[in-house]
């Protein structure tokens, strides 16, 4: 059942093929402004300070990389000492 007064296609929108790009260029942009912009990146810039500044107690060198794995009820940090090939995961309870 054709409605003669609809066409046929739709006409497709300008520059058609840059709007999946131009889309994800901005959901990454709302993406990265609300991690920013969250108590959850506040929190996670605590506690890599509160571990970067433990890694001496654990024989770590100053230049141990330290990545964010998990917040949740803990957090959970990956750390790699290139200076003594030592990595380890470290679970601090949040509270």
Known sequence: ???????????????????????????????????????????????????TVALPRWGLSPQTSVSVLNLSENATFALSDSRSSRELVLRAHRV
Do not use: E, F, K, Q
């Not at 003669?4 to 929108?13: G, S």
């Open 1 to 51: 059942m054709d409605d003669p007064d609809l066409p046929a296609t739709a006409p497709a929108p300008p520059d058609a093929a840059a709007l999946p790009a131009a889309i994800d260029r901005g959901i990454a942009a709302w993406v990265a402004a609300s991690v920013h912009n969250s108590p959850l990146s506040a929190d996670t810039a605590a506690y890599n300070h509160l571990v």
